[in-house]
């Protein structure tokens, strides 16, 4: 029941407690401890607790991945607006593999697509996503796979 | 001198995320179909969003207020790929063909 799991669930609600509530009485913390418990107990009666929930084996490499992630949807996002603004889209849709081995990496892979603005997964099966993109630039993008790679790369962890 | 640059740094940000977010609004209007609108939807939902917070972040100094504003920034960031994959999800189930070419075989 205690397992390095709950016990960094426990943690996260925690830490986020204390961000949130800005009273830090003895009163009010232990409450705040109290409740954090009981939501650990209870993902745990609810069989809830597993590598979807705290998919720890990304935590080493996930604070790159995410500095990495910020930069290409930075570079995305004007590239998008000049398309708008300048008119020039060209849409196509197109099949592309993951490589992940896990339904999480799938997962953050996926939504990595769809959080750069340009392209958008549409359905997924199995390993094969099918994507939509606002120009051949922005399908090229994917189809080079540099994404897929540093998901894997995420998803290897250590 | 410092507060006046924090300033400057703040009302730039925030002219960046009205800039992205004016177009974004301007290209959910323009553009085509339902997948090329969720592009747009999508700059909206990551710089403009970003841009703003980060502002505000600025704005409001160093405190707790810091913290929660930059957790409303990673939930946008968890929450829009979701409903923007749900509705492109929705349309192609339903049948809705997107304009332009269609490469390869899907799904």
């Known amino acids: 029941m205690i397992n390095s799991k709950s016990i960094t669930l426990f943690l996260f609600l925690f ?29 745990i009666k609810g069989n809830f607790l597993d590598n979807e929930t705290i998919p720890i084996y990304f935590f080493p490499r996930l604070i790159q991945y995410t500095i990495w992630l910020i930069k290409e949807i930075f ?42 603005p340009g392209t958008v997964t549409t359905q997924i099966k199995d390993n094969v996503f099918e994507v939509h993109a606002l120009t051949k630039e922005f399908g090229n993008d994917v189809r080079g796979s540099e994404m897929d790679r540093m998901v894997t790369w995420l998803e290897e962890g250590k | 001198m410092l507060d006046l640059s924090i300033q400057i740094i703040s009302i730039i940000s925030f002219v960046g995320g009205v ?31 970003s841009f703003i917070i980060l502002g505000m ?19 946008i960031f968890f929450t829009s790929p979701i409903t923007g994959h749900v509705t492109a999800n929705l349309a192609r189930k339903k ?8 490469k390869g075989k899907t799904l």
């Open chain 2, 57 to 75: 972040i600025l704005q409001s100094g160093f405190s707790l207020i810091t913290a929660k504003l930059v957790f409303i920034g990673i939930f």
């Open chain 1, 75 to 116: 570079i995305s996002n004007i590239t998008t607006a000049k398309v708008i603004l300048s008119k020039s889209e060209d849409p196509e849709l197109f099949s592309v593999k993951a490589t992940q081995k896990t339904n999480e990496g799938k997962v953050t892979y996926a939504n990595s697509i769809t959080l750069t």
């Open chain 2, 95 to 102: 049948g809705v063909n997107p304009i332009g070419k269609t």
């Open chain 1, 15 to 43: 830490g986020f407690w204390l961000l949130m509530s800005g009273h830090y009485t003895v009163l009010i913390t232990s409450l705040g401890v109290i409740s954090c418990l009981l939501c650990v107990y209870l993902t």
């Open chain 2, 19 to 49: 800039f992205f977010i004016l177009t974004g609004s301007i290209g959910l209007i323009r553009l085509p179909d339902v997948f090329s609108r969720i592009h747009a939807a999508g700059m909206i939902d990551t710089a403009g969003a």
